[in-house]
C-alpha cells in the first residue's frame, strides 16, 4: 500500500500520508491540507468524507456486510439479545455472565423517571409526534442531572450517565406512547427483562393482565439488536458533531433523536408503512405504483428502497424479512401490507430500473411490518429505531470522549456577495 499520497497544486507538490483500516479502508489524511496548501476539500453529504476513526461498527456497502465490535449482525441476531448487544457495543467486547447480570441489574435500578418528567408530557399537545416528546425529554435528563454537562467526568460518572440512558430511554418512550393514547402510565417493573419490560409498560393496562409472549420479546430483541448502530449514518455524526463541544450525552443523544426523524433516515420506516397503506387503500394494485414510481412526473417514491451504502441488499433487511414471516406465521396474523410488501419487493429485484439503480430494500422496509405485528402503532416506529440505535449512539460518543477527539468545525467554500458598504433604508429601492 502507498505510505502517502502526491497532490500538486500550481505546481508544487504535497504529500498527503495514507492511512489503513483494519479492514483495509484506505483514507488520505488531509488534516494538514488547509495550513499547508490554503485548499479546503468539498464533499456535500460528506459521501466520500471519514470524520473519525472508529473501533466500533464495520460496514461493507458493496459485499452487504455488518458486523458490532466484529460480530456478524446474523449471528447476534440469531444467538444474542439487545442488552448484551449494547454491553458489547459501549465496551468493546461480549461480557462474561457475571458482567452480564450487572449490566441489567444496574439499568433496572434506573429505570424509573423522576415525577417531575411527568409533568412535562402535560405541557405538549395531546397529538404531538412522539419523537417530538422523546428527543425533549431525554435532553430534560441533562436538566434532572446537571453533573452529567462537565466535561471532565471521570469514566464511572460516564458509565453511571450511560446506564441511566439506557435505563430511562425505554420508559420515556413508552410513557410518550400512552400518554399520547391518553393511558394510565406504566412503572417499570424490575422483575422483567429490558425487551419484556418495555412491552409491558407500553400494553399493559389496570384492567387487564398483559401476557408476556415470548414469540414477541424475541422479535423485539431482533429487531433492536438489527438497528443498534450503524458507524457514522446521519444521527450517530450529529451525536458526535453535539458531543465533541463536550455536550452532555443526553443532550446529544437528544440532537441524535431528531436527525434520526428526519423522513430521509430513520422516519422512513413510518413513510414505507404509509406508503403500503396509501397502496392497500387505492386497491391494492403494485404494479400501479411501480409505474408511478418509475414516471419522473410522478412524485410517488418508493419508500425502504436503496441506501447511501449498500449497493446491494441491507443485510439487516434479510434478517428483518425472515422475521416478519415468522413473527406473522407465529401469530397467526395475515397482515395484507405484508403481501403488498413482498409484490413490490419481488418487482424491484427483477426490474432493470431498479436493479439499474441499486434501488434493494433497506432496514425500514419490512421493520414496520414486525411492529404493526406486535400492536406498535406507525406514529411509534422511529422511537423504536431509536431505542435501538441508543447503544450506538451512547458507544460513539464515549469513544470520540475516551479518543479526546477535537470540537468538529466543517470549512466552506464562500459563494456570496463581495464586500460592500451599508446602504440606509432611505436610499435602498
Ligand atoms: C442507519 O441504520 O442509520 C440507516 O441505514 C442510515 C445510514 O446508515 O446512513
Known sequence: MAESAELILDGKS?????????????????GKLRDQTGYVTLDSGYKNTGATKSAITFLDGEEGILRYRGYPIEQLAEKSSFLEVAYLLIYGALPTQAELEDFSHQITKHTLVHEDVRKIFDGFPSAAHPMAILSSLICSLTAFYPESVSPDLSKEEIDLNVIRLMAKMPTIAAWTYKNNMGHPLNYPRNDLDFCSNFLYMMFSFPTEK?????????????????HADHEQNCSTSTVRLVGSANASLYGSVSAGINALWGPLHGGANQEVLEML??????GGDTSKFIAKAKDKNDSFRLMGFGHRVYKNFDPRAKIIKKAADDVLAALGIDDPLLKIAQELEQAALTDQYFIERKLYPNVDFYSGIIYRAIGIPTEMFT???????????????????????????????????????????????
Open 210 to 226: 398483559y401476557e408476556i409472549d415470548s414469540r414477541i420479546v424475541s422479535a423485539l430483541n431482533k429487531l433492536l439488536i438489527l
Open 14 to 30: 504535497y504529500s498527503l500520508p495514507v492511512i489503513e483500516g483494519t479492514e483495509h479502508e484506505k483514507a488520505f489524511d488531509i
Open 383 to 429: 422511537v423504536m429505531f431509536a431505542l435501538g440505535r441508543l447503544p450506538g449512539w451512547i458507544a460513539q460518543w464515549k469513544e470520540m470522549r475516551e479518543n479526546k477527539e477535537p470540537i468538529g468545525r466543517p470549512r466552506q467554500i464562500y459563494t456570496g456577495e463581495l464586500e460592500r458598504d451599508y446602504v440606509s433604508i432611505e436610499n435602498r429601492n
Open 277 to 282: 397503506q396509501e397502496i392497500q387503500k387505492d
